[in-house]
């Protein structure tokens, strides 16, 4: 079955430090790639995705996240982060035959301390 | 403005009492779904719907149900909660089932269980 890692569950940074979030997945096909956010008591919305084409891509709020097809990876970056940042970055999948069915990750809780 | 609601926002029952969890989208969005959040598991499809009167479960329906009688509805309705049930719902929308496209949340629905 499809899967979604996401080994950091919680990060805590200092404003203008650099953010890199981790992404794994395991599917050997074809995947789309997607990277979510939360703030503190709202909905999800997208940052940014990946489906063909340049492996890095850059979304909204100057995050940007690479696909490393060898990897199996799409890490999250930005290279500065702010107060603002502090909330839960989902990275979900969807992939193969199931491919309107997406699949999250478990999360991770950025925090940034100003 | 192009969205996704739900209602209510936040409910306390108890074991038992039969409740419904309405979802609305304005986009004419062909696929809808149901997540729920917990803490450590990100977000787990509960049930999905391709078009109208077309749902199917995804990875965790037991206890719930759905149904699409138009486009823009998809209602949860749980017919006898239990303290297990207790957790953060976000219903959420797309285009269509195509892999690339932006799926769309809904403010979530705190549900706690007594």
């Known amino acids: 079955a499809q899967s979604v890692s996401q080994h950091n569950h919680h990060v805590i940074l200092s404003e203008a430090a650099s953010l890199e979030l981790g992404c794994n997945y395991s599917y050997g096909g074809t995947v789309n790639l997607f990277w979510y956010v939360q703030y503190p008591g709202q909905h999800l919305q997208l940052l940014l995705k990946?489906?063909?084409?340049?492996?890095l891509v850059k979304g909204i709020k100057g995050f940007e996240a690479e696909f490393i097809k060898s990897k199996f990876s799409f890490n999250l970056r930005k290279p500065s982060v702010q107060w603002s940042d502090t909330a839960e970055y989902f990275c979900?999948?969807?992939?193969?035959?199931?491919?309107?069915?997406?699949?999250f990750g478990s999360g991770t809780r950025l925090l940034v301390r100003p | 403005e192009a969205q996704v609601t739900q209602n209510p926002r936040y409910l306390i029952t108890v074991t038992g009492k039969k409740l419904t969890v309405t979802c609305s989208q304005n986009?004419?969005?062909?696929?809808m779904s149901w997540y729920r959040q917990d803490p450590g598991l990100g977000l787990r499809q509960i049930y999905y719907?391709?078009?109208?009167?077309?749902?199917d479960k995804g990875d965790v329906p037991e206890g719930y149900k759905v149904s699409r009688k138009e486009k823009r509805n998809f209602p949860l309705i749980l017919e006898s909660p239990s303290p297990n049930q207790t957790s953060l719902y976000f219903c959420?929308?797309?285009?269509?089932?195509?892999?690339?496209?932006?799926?769309?949340f809904g403010p979530g629905t705190r549900l706690l269980v007594l």
């Open positions: 979900a999948v969807n992939a193969g035959d199931s491919s309107y069915k997406l699949i």
């Open positions: 959420a929308s797309r285009p269509s089932i195509g892999p690339t496209e932006t799926q769309y």
């Open positions: 986009m004419n969005h062909e696929y």
């Open positions: 990946y489906f063909s084409g340049d492996p």
């Open positions: 719907s391709m078009n109208v009167e077309v749902t």
